[in-house]
């Protein structure tokens, strides 16, 4: 029996079919590795034009959020069975909201400006470990009436010594709408709703490019925040890193460690990403995500100086610092809308209506990361050395979004697909 599989096996490297017995079944086991063979090309052919895309960024930087764009823009969004399961998220927010705002007013010694709201905290304090609390509208009113009060509105503009939410603000407006039993959320509603990412999240749509169908798998591991370096590695066959970025976090620390600076987090966590070995042949869009928030805290005069005081090395020269005019109309290209004719208006009016230090600051944030794909910014030891070649087969491009604003995540992601076409094809040779 040996003998016979050893004689097959060397004479399958003259003839692969010449061992069997009748020529029949040799015909056959030919037809059959035609038709294997043949599959297997198929296959190929279709898993070359599934596009894999990974989302990757630290924790609330907008990942969930641009995979909701994604099925709003591409797939049919949400369904009034989907709509209304988020208002017991929404609800969660508001509790979530208004609970940490109380809270955080104890900490910072600020009181209430209208004392027969003191019921309403009571209340709220009082009902805080209650997981069914939210669906009543006794809890909305009562967090109506405290989210009014000035006090609790002081401690708003303080929110960045705290952790709250960035929908805090959104639904706390929004409560009288909630409240009543004929509310569907809207779009807006749902991508501002705040849900944390507990699995692995895949989203699976066709896109028209070029006169064929370019499927796009998007996967979002968002809540394996610890076991990512293993999940980098299964990723490897991926098309490209989506990498997003809260621009506006760099006056807030981590959820899970008080002493870091989320902006800091981000840089740290892109360098782990850009330098990867197993990522080498993958290229990186850079998402700068939040520019809304960015744009509203620098109007309430906070800036990013604070940072340069604390960590020089990382974010030095900050007050001398001035973009180039390139880099000026990048930032405010992101914004301008889609028809030239409109986009030549809103040019005129966009550096009226954005502060430049918001730009300042934007552009700022760029050079920063792009310091780090220049090999000019050292933020972790690099475990394998690199020569001079290591970046040559993947590139990093970047962009300015807002992820809740449906417009501006449909042109940048126009403009990212042809990116991402275009170098699937370059690494398999195709063009
Ligand atoms: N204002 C504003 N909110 C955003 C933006 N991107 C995300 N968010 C909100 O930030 C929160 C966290 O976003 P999420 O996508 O869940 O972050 P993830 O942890 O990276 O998945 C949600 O409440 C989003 O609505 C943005 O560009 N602007
Ligand atoms: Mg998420």
Redesign the pocket.
């Given at each position: 029996m040996r003998d016979r599989l050893t004689l097959c096996f060397s004479a399958a490297c003259e003839d692969q079919f010449s061992c069997y017995q009748s020529p029949e079944d040799a015909k056959k086991a030919k037809l059959r590795n035609r038709q294997i063979s043949k599959v297997l090309k198929q296959h190929q052919k279709e898993e070359l034009k599934k596009l894999k895309i990974l989302l990757l960024?630290t924790?609330?930087?907008?990942?969930?959020?641009?995979t909701k764009q994604m099925r709003i823009i591409h797939i049919n969004g949400f369904d009034m069975r989907e709509r209304l399961e988020k208002v017991s998220d929404i609800r969660k927010n508001i509790k979530e909201s208004i609970v940490v705002l109380l809270l955080a007013m104890n900490q910072l010694d600020l009181n209430l400006e209208n004392q027969e709201n003191k019921l309403s905290r009571e209340f709220i304090l009082q009902e805080a470990g209650n997981t069914e609390i939210h669906r009543t509208n006794e809890f909305l009113e009562h967090a109506e009436k405290l989210w009014a009060d000035a006090g609790v509105q002081i401690c708003y503009t303080r929110s960045h010594e705290f952790q709250l939410?960035?929908?805090a603000k959104y639904f706390l407006d929004k409560i009288p709408e909630i409240k009543s039993p004929a509310y569907v959320p809207s779009d807006q509603d749902i991508?501002?709703?705040?849900?944390v990412?507990t699995s692995i999240q895949h989203i699976e749509f066709g896109v028209p490019d070029g006169g064929h169908q370019v499927k796009f798998n998007v996967y979002?591991v968002?809540g394996q925040q610890g076991e990512r370096k293993k999940w980098i590695q299964v990723f490897d066959s991926v098309t490209a890193i989506l990498f997003?970025v809260d621009c506006s976090s760099f006056d807030q620390t981590l959820r899970e460690d008080p002493e870091k600076n989320r902006l800091l987090e981000a840089l740290e966590n892109f360098d782990q990403v850009w330098n990867n070995r197993f990522l080498r042949y993958v290229s990186v869009l850079l998402f700068i995500?939040?520019?809304?928030?960015l744009a509203e805290k620098i109007a309430r005069g906070r800036d990013i100086l604070e940072l340069t005081e604390k960590y020089p090395d990382v974010f030095p020269d900050f007050e001398t610092f001035t973009p180039t005019d390139a880099e000026k109309e990048h930032f405010l290209d992101a914004f301008a809308t889609a028809t030239p004719d409109i986009r030549r208006k809103t040019r005129q009016t966009l550096p009226i209506s954005v502060h430049p230090d918001t730009v300042k600051t934007a552009v700022y944030i760029k050079r920063l990361f792009k310091k780090i794909v220049k090999g000019e910014l050292l933020l972790k030891e690099r475990i394998t050395k690199q020569d001079k070649h290591w970046h040559d087969e993947h590139s990093c491009e970047f962009f300015y979004?807002?992820?809740?604003d449906t417009n501006n995540i449909q042109r940048v992601l126009n403009g990212c697909r042809t990116l991402i076409v275009q170098n699937h094809l370059r690494r398999y040779g195709i063009i």
């Open positions: 960024g924790g609330e930087s907008g990942k969930s959020t641009l939410i960035d929908c991508l501002r709703c705040r849900c990412t979002d968002g997003v995500n939040k520019i809304d928030v979004t807002c992820a809740i």
